[in-house]
């Protein structure tokens, strides 16, 4: 069993559309981040969060250190909001990664 | 605004061939990481150096060496490439282990 599982593997979804996107780790944790690769490759960080939840635009991140998850949500989707979200459990001096998200959003 | 620069981009390699993956940050980051993406996994850490002049292995350190040249700068080496490296390798910086990651546009190599 992985130490850092999301769900779903794959998301599809229409423009406009809620979407949420899980995680859930084993291990103890100083942070938890999310993570957006681009079909071009690049990974950009999008949260870094310990408790509560953080907002950025149409992008919320909560956390819920008792149970060992955290949520991706994105709110009115838009087809550029397509790309694989990855969140990363920072354990002591390491990341450790889920395997992905991979989200497509149609017109 | 360069963040963490990695080269080369693209590498296709020989088994058997040798080569060494430069990643340079320009943050003052203490904390350096390479890491390998392979189809349906997540990252997989190869090795880390969490301040200058330390380096650690991590999840899959087989294979390669790594290098923290200065503060700034941290190679990766592959002495003898085999297909089994074929992958695509980031390398990060952070200031310190729990700070926000930056990543490295990623070099996709092939071994052949």
């Known amino acids: 069993k992985n130490e850092v599982e999301q769900s779903p593997q794959n998301l599809t979804a229409q423009e406009g559309e809620f979407i949420t996107i899980n995680c859930s780790y084993s291990v103890g944790i100083s942070a938890l981040h999310w993570l957006q690769q681009h079909p071009g490759g690049g990974i950009v960080s999008l949260f870094m969060l310990s408790s509560g939840k953080k907002k950025h635009g149409r992008l919320i991140a909560t956390i819920n250190i008792q149970e060992k998850h955290s949520s991706l949500h994105i709110t009115a989707s838009h087809p550029r909001d397509s790309a694989v979200y990855i969140c990363?459990?920072?354990?002591?001096?390491?990341?450790?990664f889920g395997t992905g998200t991979r989200l497509q959003v149609f017109p | 605004n360069a963040g963490v620069t990695q080269t080369p981009k693209f590498q296709v390699l020989k088994t058997g061939q040798s080569m060494t993956l430069q990643c340079a940050q320009d943050m003052n980051h203490n904390s350096m990481y390479w890491y390998r993406q392979d189809p349906g996994m997540g990252l997989r850490l190869i090795y880390y150096?969490?301040?200058?002049?330390?380096?650690d292995k991590g999840e899959v350190p087989n294979g390669y060496n790594v290098s923290r040249l200065n503060k700034r700068e941290f190679s990766l080496r592959l002495e003898s490439a085999a297909p089994s490296q074929t992958s695509v390798y980031f390398c990060a910086s952070s200031a310190q282990g729990g700070t926000e990651a930056f990543f490295g546009q990623g070099t996709r190599l092939t071994v052949v």
């Open positions: 150096s969490a301040s200058e002049g330390t380096t």
């Open positions: 990363a459990a920072h354990n002591t001096d390491k990341l450790i």
